[in-house]
């Protein structure tokens, strides 16, 4: 089973934190959204503790035929993002499906 609609969430503060990650988490769950392009334009840093629990969200979203992609990647937080190669793990919008 495939995803066939995208919910998008756009996230506005500066910092990208686990915390923050988590609620991403429960708002993608509570909507019971499949497919989720999440917007980190307003995200010039982020954690690698948040990074990881994109990851388990999009884990979770692939279990069910779903996807997790990202997007608006930059400063410090799309530098994380490329040096601990998170594409394999977490994609951008650009290359997964939909």
């Not at 686990?18 to 609620?23: K, S």
Request: charged share 20%.
């Amino acid at each position: 089973m495939f995803a066939t609609g995208w919910t998008s969430l756009r996230y506005g503060r500066s910092r990208l934190t686990y915390a923050d990650a988590c609620q991403i988490a429960t708002l993608a769950s509570t909507s019971q959204a499949r497919a989720v392009r999440l917007d980190l334009q307003g995200a010039k840093e982020t954690t690698c503790g948040a990074l990881a629990r994109l990851v388990q969200l999009r884990a979770a979203l692939l279990k069910v035929g779903g996807e997790l992609c990202v997007e608006g990647l930059q400063g410090r937080a799309k530098g994380l993002y490329e040096i601990h190669g998170m594409d394999r793990l977490l994609p951008r919008a650009g290359t997964c499906m939909g």
